[in-house]
């Protein structure tokens, strides 16, 4: 008999969770104004709003927490972080910041200005956020296979190197300050980038003076699909491909709340000490001395610590195989969702299973909304909420693909968690006719107003 696979953990610790009674859900979301953001932790059964802060630490990292160096100025803690950062992704230059979109903040205050461009693939929220608060605009060049959740595309994530060369071509240099490289692509379905698609970007990137950065927050996972879908790396270690990945990129900011396995902490890494004097000063600003940059020095020691255990491929190998087993769940039961399977979450696809319900009333949100009144379960909208209005026309943006986001936190659910978030999405999706309407948004913050927005039910 074959040995089938199991865990490369064992549990040491573990936290209650409760289930509620359809009335009380009902209640709760309708005092949530229908958004999954406000509802209370205590109120959900299955959190999978995000995989970001939410996984397991490990005792090493547990461990490491508790030799934290919480020294203002040159901490150890600042050093060890420096170290991993060095030896898993080559930077010479880094600035810690409390999370990503920190990073960003930092980052994107150097460089970017009123009138860029910032070409990418499918930026993610945040990113896209930054850009536009700076009157920037933010340009798509993912490949266009990420938008049929149908094609077995093996690197959705992929750039279509002609849009990028368009872009690259149209506007002068001085008016590109990045492409943004988003490794894996969270947008997209958390799609991975091919080595050799981050190669060629590199080499349109240096043929028009332009510098690459990775937006790297599930870079490792990236590493993972790389090694197993990609041919000439099958014998090359998480680690190795990780160094030649970031050997293509000139800076990256990072939220490291993801493949680090922390609960907070970011930073953004730098070839050039040009750049990393000129972010300091906002660093400073912003977020604090350029040694702890808003982090303490017990979760610097934690991020040393998750980055090293983060690009392991059995950890890698762990993570992705309960993804797996639950997309593997939902097609056996004919649910509609992004193709192949990414790395930290399946996206649902509620444009086909709610096709019947206008793209006004917000579809994937809808969809979201049911599979919590059905069992508990909080997934999160990546559709026309989260898009967005025009900065300049203010009308809705409707991207191509409308999605429900089922995150998977790292080492914190059992398969049987997956089980049931599977049996309750086949509900929702058995009596999808007899949803007939969505939401209307009745407030609504002007930029990234998915994090706030309130909804009202549209009633017959």
């Known amino acids: 008999m074959e040995i089938p696979f199991a865990e490369s953990y064992k549990i040491k610790m573990v936290e209650t969770i409760r289930r509620s009674t359809r009335e009380e859900r009902e209640q709760w979301l309708k005092d949530a104004n229908y958004n999954l953001f406000n509802l209370k932790s205590d109120h959900v059964f299955i959190d999978l709003l995000t995989d970001s802060g939410t996984g397991a630490m490990s005792d090493k990292q547990w461990s490491a927490m508790m030799l934290g160096d919480e020294s203002y100025a040159g901490a150890r ?48 929220d945040t990113t896209k956020g930054h850009i536009e608060f700076r009157k920037a605009k933010a340009i798509d060049c993912t490949i266009d296979e990420a938008f049929d959740t149908e094609i ?121 000490e040009e750049l990393w004097k000129k972010a300091s000063t906002y660093n400073i600003m912003f977020e604090g001395y350029v040694t702890y940059g808003g982090m303490s020095g017990r979760d610097m020691n934690a991020l040393a610590q998750g980055l090293d255990e983060g690009t392991e491929f059995d950890y890698l190998e762990t993570r992705i195989k309960q993804v797996e087993y639950l997309g593997g769940k939902l097609e056996e039961y004919g649910i509609p969702f992004q193709k192949p399977i990414g790395g930290h979450a399946i996206f649902v696809d509620a444009k086909k299973i709610l096709s019947h319900i206008p793209k006004e009333e917000f579809q994937a949100q809808t969809l979201g909304c049911e599979l919590y009144l059905e069992a508990g379960i ?83």
Do not use: W
């Open 77 to 124: 803690s600042y050093y060890n972080m420096k170290e991993a950062l060095k030896n898993i992704l080559g930077f010479d230059h880094f600035l810690p910041t409390h999370q990503g979109r920190a990073a960003e903040n930092v980052l994107f205050s150097v460089l970017v200005k009123d009138g860029d461009v910032v070409p990418g693939n499918s930026h993610f």
């Open 378 to 460: 909080r997934g999160v909208e990546i559709g026309t909420i989260l898009a967005d209005r025009d900065p300049e026309t203010r009308e809705n943006r409707y991207p191509n693909l409308e999605l429900l986001r089922l995150a998977i936190p790292r080492r914190t659910y059992t398969n049987n968690h997956m089980d049931v978030i599977a049996a309750a999405l086949k509900n929702v999706y058995d009596r999808r006719h007899e949803i007939k309407h969505g939401f209307k948004i009745v407030d609504e913050a002007p930029i990234m107003r998915h994090f706030t927005v309130q909804l009202e039910k549209i009633e017959e």
């Open 152 to 272: 077995d595309h093996p690197f959705k994530g992929n750039l279509d190197l002609v849009k990028l060369e368009s872009v690259l071509s149209t506007y002068p240099k001085e008016q590109i300050p990045m492409i943004i490289v988003t490794v894996t692509c969270n947008t997209s379905g958390g799609q991975p980038v091919s080595m050799a698609n981050i190669k060629a970007v590199k080499e349109l990137a240096d043929k028009y003076e332009v510098p690459v950065c990775f937006d790297s927050a599930r870079f490792a996972e990236n590493a993972y699909f790389i090694k197993t879908r990609e041919e000439g790396y099958a014998d090359k270690t998480i680690k190795e491909i990780v160094l030649e990945m970031y050997s293509y990129a000139d800076m990256a900011t990072m939220s490291s709340k993801k493949d680090a396995i922390v609960n907070m902490g970011g930073f953004i890494g730098m070839k050039s």
